[in-house]
């Protein structure tokens, strides 16, 4: 009998697991990109763009909608009385928030938004300028939905550090850290690229930094990371600047130490494979490739300083550093850290540099 009841309930489960309702394609609007603004009375100013599969690949099959509302959801709504098929969510690829946006505070979307299950947390979010409208009509014009692509290639072969909603999200609720996302502008050839990081202070955009300080960061952060610089270099009376691509481990944090003196020293191996250098520069004499990797050791460590300085001075932690100290000292406290003892962190850095492939070009 027992036998019977278990065949009967897992019958039933399979015939009900069946009955979900089948969303076709072509009969929804699947949003691609949500822009978020606030007009002159604060209210969200949405700008929403999604691919109508109906037109195949012509450049007019990128579709935008505008709308208005005193939240996300009444913003959402009022897009959704504008198109002839219903607005699905659940596939949107990227955020982006205007820059005035970020900075008046992102919270209501975190709460709201990015807390909806339906909403993956393996998408992209980014600041974009002068604002989401603006930049989104950009990208329509252009006909191309490639924002999320374009994210992602940079941190995989350029230099910026590794985002998505997921890492900014732990970032937000995690004690130690703070969040960040990549800023994106529309260059002269109207195609996107990335300009930047936006470091966010709770909810709000706190501090963004220029594509090197972006390039510096990314050398501290905990994933795998390489990206194009150049370094400035003496010879006798000779100066010049040579081209690199630096890879790099895991940085090492050492010496931690907590409390009224807060310490942290950075160990970090770069290796480098070097593209460009002046014509008096010789790759075959041993004291040159020194020079070199001197060269190299000493922009680092003083460009690495001076971006930790700036982290400090604008109270923000994207490293987590704070996160560091608190698994060493059991009295740490958040308010307290970020208040009074972040300020007076000190730190040493060591860079240790293998040139491990040269002479491309001179």
């Not at 603004?37 to 012509?58: C, H, I, M, S, V």
């Not at 041993?286 to 690495?304: G, W």
Request: contains cysteine; charged residues 25%.
């Amino acid at each position: 009998m027992k036998q019977k009841f278990w065949i009967v309930l897992i019958f039933m489960a399979l015939l009900f697991s069946g009955c979900a309702r089948t969303k076709i394609v072509d009969q929804l609007s699947i949003l691609h990109t949500i822009g978020y603004d606030r007009d002159e009375a604060g209210q969200f100013r949405g700008t929403f763009l999604y691919p109508d599969y109906t037109q195949g690949k012509n450049k007019d099959s990128i579709q935008i909608r505008k709308a208005r509302g005193k939240t996300s959801s009444m913003m959402t709504a009022r897009s959704n009385e504008q198109t002839k098929k219903p607005i699905e969510l659940s596939k949107t690829q990227v955020f982006v928030f205007g820059e005035d946006f970020a900075k008046q505070g992102i919270g209501h979307i975190i709460d709201t938004v990015f807390n909806n299950p339906i909403i993956s947390t393996d998408i992209q979010t980014a600041v974009v300028k002068p604002s989401a409208r603006e930049f989104l009509e950009q990208v329509q014009k252009k006909g191309s939905l490639t924002l999320s692509e374009t994210i992602e290639q940079n941190f995989t072969t350029q230099s910026l550090p590794r985002t998505s909603l997921h890492l900014f999200l732990n970032d937000f609720y995690g004690q130690g850290r703070d969040p960040y996302m990549p800023i994106l502008e529309m260059g002269t050839e109207a195609n996107e690229y990335v300009k930047g990081l936006a470091v966010f202070k709770d909810d709000k955009l706190k501090l963004t930094l220029d594509s090197y300080q972006t390039f510096l960061f990314g050398l501290l952060d905990r994933f795998n990371h390489q990206g194009v610089s150049e370094v400035p270099i003496q010879k006798g009376k000779k100066k010049g600047i040579f081209i690199l691509r630096i890879m790099k481990e895991k940085p090492e944090w050492r010496n931690i130490q907590g409390g009224s003196s807060p310490r942290i020293d950075l160990l970090l191996n770069v290796f480098v494979i070097i593209r460009e250098y002046p014509e008096w520069i010789n790759l075959h004499d041993e004291k040159d490739i020194h020079l070199l990797e001197h060269a190299i050791e000493i922009t680092l460590k003083q460009d690495i300083g001076k971006l930790l300085d700036t982290f400090k001075e604008y109270g923000v932690d994207p490293i987590g550093i704070g996160d560091k100290i608190r698994g060493r000292d059991r009295r740490w406290n958040e308010q307290r850290f970020y208040r009074v003892e972040y300020k007076k962190l000190k730190s040493n850095i060591d860079i240790s540099t293998t040139i491990i492939q040269a002479g491309i070009k001179r």
